[in-house]
T-cell receptor, first 112, second 114 residues
Framework: ETGVTQTPRHLVMGMTNKKSLKCEQH?????MYWYKQSAKKPLELMFV???????ENNSVPSRFSPECPNSSHLFLHLHTLQPEDSALYLC???????????FGEGSRLTVL | EDKVVQSPLSLVVHEGDTVTLNCSYE??????LLWYKQEKKAPTFLFML????IEKKSGRLSSILDKKELFSILNITATQTGDSAVYLC??????????????FGKGTLLTVNP
């Protein structure tokens, strides 16, 4: 148990659906991240939020829309996704600019 | 562009063997290098290295950083089947302000057979 909770753990959606992934941490961390993990590829950074402000958008398509209402919660809103978006989406948090990331268990997304 | 290269990409050993995993990097404003173990889902933290030549150790695992040659190694001695996992290397760069980016390698898949 890392203190970072992601829901849902598994999600299957059609290309026209709209869904959201949720991440929650109560570690007192101020930085939160979304990473995408596809087979045989490195973890790809998607978004970084620091004190609720987005500080990194790694050229992510607009069909992925992040939201960070406060330092403890992070969402990833999904709409009109493509089958190649199927992957494990990992949320992580960190206390500041240094130190290790604490990862959630991930949300396994399948787009049909 | 930041680059992190891990080798080998996969490795199969027998219980009791010693393994060495490699991570080389090219990154501007290097700050630290981190190792993670990923078994099923969430990567779990192993080590963070910031200084050259200082070995970090935790049980049968150890790691060291060479900032001149831009690489790190992760050693596992007396391997056990529970060490089977993907080992991820990540490099943290600092550029001041609010830059909080970690770049990961592809990982090394270690399989330890009984």
């Amino acid at each position: 148990e890392t203190g970072v909770t992601q829901t849902p753990r598994h999600l299957v959606m059609g290309m026209t659906n709209k869904k959201s992934l949720k991440c929650e941490q109560h570690l007192g961390h101020n930085a939160m991240y979304w990473y995408k993990q596809s087979a045989k590829k490195p973890l790809e950074l998607m978004f970084v939020y620091n004190f609720k402000e987005q500080t990194e958008n790694n050229s992510v398509p607009s069909r992925f829309s992040p939201e960070c209402p406060n330092s403890s919660h992070l969402f990833l809103h999904l709409h009109t996704l493509q089958p190649e978006d199927s992957a494990l989406y990992l949320c992580a948090s960190r206390i500041g600019a240094t130190g290790e990331l604490f990862f959630g268990e991930g949300s396994r997304l399948t787009v049909l | 562009e930041d680059k992190v290269v891990q080798s080998p990409l996969s490795l199969v050993v027998h219980e009791g063997d010693t393994v060495t995993l490699n991570c080389s990097y090219e990154v501007t404003n290097f700050r630290s290098l981190l190792w993670y173990k990923q078994e099923k889902k969430a990567p779990t933290f192993l080590f963070m290295l910031t200084s050259s030549g200082i070995e970090k150790k935790s049980g049968r695992l150890s790691s060291i950083l060479d900032k001149k040659e831009l690489f790190s190694i992760l050693n596992i001695t007396a391997t056990q089947t529970g060490d089977s996992a993907v080992y991820l290397c990540a490099v943290d760069r600092g550029s001041g302000g609010s830059n909080y980016k970690l770049t990961f390698g592809k990982g090394t898949l270690l399989t330890v057979n009984p």
